[in-house]
């Protein structure tokens, strides 16, 4: 038997796999769905001859698979982006046999939008840092929900900070009923329990990156500290992907996004790119160094004040210089 190139797309989805073949003039080989088994899969998409690249577009337990697929099974398989590839759907019905047969034609003509598949490790830490703003998250609403309950009772405290030792023993004989005073211990021992569970998770994030060299030298730059670092690297992972500091600052979100057309130029605020958790650690970051006014950050963000822009738009200024100055800086002197 003859071998051909072929070209395999892989529609994902939690219980089976779309796979589609094709070859190199696009004519249809195979269109058929499988078990989700790395096995199985690469079994399918190697029935016409090993084929030179698999296209999956990037979902949960996508990564996974196709890593296991080029480590186990030696195929080129290649992530793409769903919002792209679902930009180039010329048909309107939605059906896993044309969304396989969409990235093995994508692939075939090297036209694939793709994205970086992230080591193992930048994958495990990724879980650990979502992991981390989850609870964060669910610890800022029970807090919100009891400030809610003391509002509804009319309440108020002498103490300007709340969660302080004496906004907590303030809290304790305040004068609510029986019931608000179950809900409000309800909610403390809930929140005291998600910070237990936050100090837990700290402590596997601080294991895991004690010897990574990218994250301790992120953690010595001013304002950067263990969260900021970790998510960093957790949502950038290899920055020297990225050629120009110009191409990282547009992957982490802090670029302005431009709205212009013919005559009219206008600015559309941030750019929707990159992990929102990303563009938050970074939008903070420029807050604490617009606390120092007398650094090179701090003139900078309060000379776009004084001129007149919103403070929201030198924060942000401020969070795209840092980003393409560190580009510049770990392009000078690389970290092994």
Request: charged share 30%; aromatic share 6%.
């Amino acid at each position: 038997m003859v071998s051909v190139a072929t070209y395999a797309g892989l529609d994902y989805h939690q219980h089976s796999v779309q796979v589609c073949v094709l070859d190199e003039e696009g004519r249809l080989l195979g269109n058929r769905s499988v078990e989700n088994d790395a096995a199985v899969v690469a079994q399918a998409a190697s029935r016409y001859g090993r084929p030179r690249r698999v296209a999956v577009e990037a979902c949960c337990g996508a990564a996974d698979l196709a890593d296991e697929l080029a480590a186990t099974h030696g195929l080129l398989v290649q992530l793409a982006h769903p919002g792209y590839v679902n930009r180039l759907k010329q048909s309107p019905d939605k059906t896993d046999w044309g969304d396989a047969r969409l990235l093995a034609d994508l692939t075939r003509i090297n036209y694939l939008p793709r994205v970086w598949l992230a080591p193992e490790a930048i994958r495990q830490l990724r879980r650990l840092m979502r992991h981390r703003t989850q609870l964060v998250r669910r610890r800022k609403d029970v807090k919100l929900r009891l400030r809610g309950l003391l509002r509804e009772n009319r309440l108020k405290c002498d103490q300007a900070n709340a969660w302080t030792k004496a906004w907590l023993a303030w809290l304790a004989t305040a004068p609510l009923g029986e019931t608000d005073r179950w809900l409000a211990e309800d909610h403390l021992e809930e929140i005291a329990w998600l910070t237990q569970r936050l100090k837990a998770v700290e402590a596997q994030i601080v294991q895991r990156v004690k010897d990574d060299p990218v994250v301790q030298r992120l953690m010595t730059l001013e304002g950067v500290g263990l969260v900021t670092a970790a998510t960093m690297r957790a949502e950038i992972g290899d920055f020297s992907r990225f050629d120009t500091g110009k191409q990282l600052a547009r992957f982490c979100g802090v670029t302005p996004r431009n709205a212009s057309s013919g005559q009219r130029q206008a600015d559309s605020g941030l750019v929707k790119a990159g992990s929102p958790e990303l563009r938050r650690v970074l939008v903070e970051l420029a807050h604490r160094l617009m606390r120092r006014p007398g650094d090179r950050w701090g003139r900078l963000g309060h000379d776009l004040v004084r001129r007149g822009k919103p403070k929201n738009v030198a924060i942000a200024a401020v969070a795209n210089r840092w980003v393409r100055q560190l580009h510049h800086r770990l392009r000078e002197q690389p970290t092994a």
